[in-house]
């Protein structure tokens, strides 16, 4: 079944990349994409423009170009990798966007291997070192001490799991999905209810929910604003995963230096700094305007901007039905971070596990094994996600930087004078992200299969319009159907 899954990945990569690489005659796949003869078309000018660099933009770009095709990339950041936003000055070059993938990763490892860059296997940082401290308030809590601690608030059979546990737990055991990615399949749709209501029907109370997922939701602002279906099916994503095997890969110095070499094999242009404000169409061409007054036309226009930013585009004519409601409305999830390094082992002096789960406005204080030896704790990612992340977006990054180091000392005495905040980052302040990741809210899951549809010329990439694959998988997957679609096949 996994084998199945894994040749699926790797399968749909062999049809897309072999299809496009080899399916069509040079000339007919120029005259596909542009609907005249590529030697008709306007000298100079590109067949496709595709909107974004991220890894998206940039897979859709190889493979059309691949075929044949003349395509220029228009970035608005001064850096190409979008969601993959590694810092390479700091120890460890930790990871503010994209982590890891799994060993199911096909098309993954295969942009990887042609990006030309050196995978590291990192599952390790994941498996080793202690379980992180829970705190309820000031009190740290072993799982024993939680199992009998009088404010706990899960079902009896479910008191010694952790509250960072509970909720994948319970939906890893009580998926309705027989097979998870018939998801957004119409025939599932009564299922498209709010994973709050999911946890209600598996015994929770609302202030289980509230410890449990809200205070800090892996989707949504809280559990009401998530569809269980979205849950499940990123349950069967990473259940595959497992399956496919226990290793994990990221890019040794790095994660960015993948869509950095991928930049570099690019045939045509890629424009970087060009803030992309209207999108207008007219006479079969797509004219695409920039801040700094630039135009850019072609025939055809791939736009891999994730909604949240896509929203502030101009957009000529309107879009309509669910795909301008999706544009309008697709939520994406606040997530803010603070790197902190530690000048010695406080974990070493005082005993406990340097990773703390609290339910205060610390938030999440996880440990980065990123040196060479995975038993070397490099820092500590300190991260907030949804309304926490907002407050501390609000409260700025220098005093939020400073909020973490006194919390963490405050819970931790003998972190004291040891610690160093070094960046903040918050994806919701990124102009071009406004969020991290999509996420579908309860009755939304009948939009995927609408939302990424053409309109006109102008053809629709990007993770949050994947529906087989999760992350950067699925952001590749979301390359290879647009730029099908492109070719007309
Ligand atoms: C904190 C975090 C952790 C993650 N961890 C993992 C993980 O471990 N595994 C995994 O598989 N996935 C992970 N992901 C998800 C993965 O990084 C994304 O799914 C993937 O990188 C998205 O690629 P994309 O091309 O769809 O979007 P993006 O990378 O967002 O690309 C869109 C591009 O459009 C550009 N853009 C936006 N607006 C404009 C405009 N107006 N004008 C011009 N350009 C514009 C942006 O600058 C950006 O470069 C993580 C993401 C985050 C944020």
């Known amino acids: 079944m996994v084998m199945d899954r894994r040749r699926f990945a790797f399968g749909a990569l062999a049809l897309g990349v072999g299809a496009l690489a080899s399916g069509l005659p040079q000339p007919a796949a120029a ?86 860059v050196e995978m590291q296997e990192v599952g390790a940082r994941y498996r080793i070192g202690p379980p992180s401290l829970l705190y309820i308030g000031d009190t740290p809590l072993t799982r024993e001490e939680w199992a009998k601690f009088p404010g706990n608030p899960f079902p009896d059979a479910l008191k010694s799991v952790l509250p960072g546990e509970l909720v994948p737990m319970l939906v890893a055991q009580k998926t309705r999905l027989a097979d998870w990615n ?13 994973l709050h209501e999911f946890l209600r029907q598996q015994g929770l109370s609302d202030q289980a929910i509230h410890l449990a997922y809200d205070i800090a939701p892996y989707y949504g602002m809280n559990a009401y604003d998530v569809s269980a279906l979205l849950s499940e099916y990123n349950d069967g994503f990473v259940k595959a995963q497992i399956a496919a095997g226990p290793n994990s890969f990221a890019v040794k110095g790095g994660n960015l230096l993948m869509p950095m070499a991928l930049a ?35 025939p055809k226009v791939i736009c ?32 803010s971070m603070v790197f902190v390094t530690a000048e010695t082992p406080f974990w070493e ?25 995975p038993q070397q704790v490099t820092g500590f ?34 972190a004291k004078g040891k610690l160093a905040a070094h960046s903040y980052f918050s994806w919701s302040q990124e102009k071009f992200n406004l969020g ?54």
């Not at 503010?96 to 030309?116: C, K, P, Q, T, V």
């Not at 018939?182 to 709010?194: E, F, G, R």
């Open 31 to 116: 005259k596909a994409a542009s609907g005249k003869s590529a030697s008709a078309a306007r000298s100079g000018e590109p067949d496709v423009l595709v909107l974004g660099a991220g890894i998206s933009g940039l897979q859709a770009a190889w493979l059309l170009e691949d075929q044949g095709l003349k395509v220029t990339v228009i970035e608005g950041r001064d850096r190409v990798g979008g969601r993959i936003m590694t810092l390479l000055d700091q120890p460890g070059y930790p990871e503010m966007g994209f982590n890891s993938m799994g060993e199911g990763y096909g098309r993954g490892l295969d942009i990887a291997a042609r990006a030309g």
């Open 182 to 194: 018939s998801w957004h399949d119409p025939v599932n749709a009564k299922l498209d209810i709010s």
């Open 264 to 298: 570099k094999q690019m045939k045509g242009d890629l424009l970087l700094g060009r803030e992309i404000v209207a999108i207008r169409q007219d006479g079969g061409r797509v004219t695409v305007h920039c801040a700094d007054g630039a135009t850019f036309s072609a």
């Open 304 to 335: 891999s901007l994730p909604f949240s930013a896509l929203r502030n585009v101009a957009i000529e004519p309107g879009l309509s039905g669910i795909q301008a409601q999706a544009v309008a409305q697709l939520g994406y999830q606040p997530i």
């Open 349 to 373: 002096q005082d005993g406990l596990s340097p990773g703390m789960w609290t339910d205060g406005v610390l938030g999440n204080v996880i440990p980065q094994r990123y040196g060479d030896d």
């Open 381 to 414: 990612i300190v991260q907030a996600r949804a309304n926490l992340a907002n407050y501390w977006d609000r409260m700025g990054a220098d005093a939020a930087k400073a909020m973490v180091v006194a919390r963490i000392e405050a819970l931790r005495p003998a």
């Open 436 to 489: 991290d990741f999509s996420y579908i809210a309860p009755g939304q899951v009948s939009w995927m299969d609408e939302m990424a549809k053409p309109a006109g010329n102008l053809f629709f990439c990007g993770e949050h319009t994947a529906t087989g694959a999760r992350g950067l998988e699925g952001a590749l997957e979301s390359s290879e159907r647009v730029a099908l679609e492109v070719l007309g096949m």
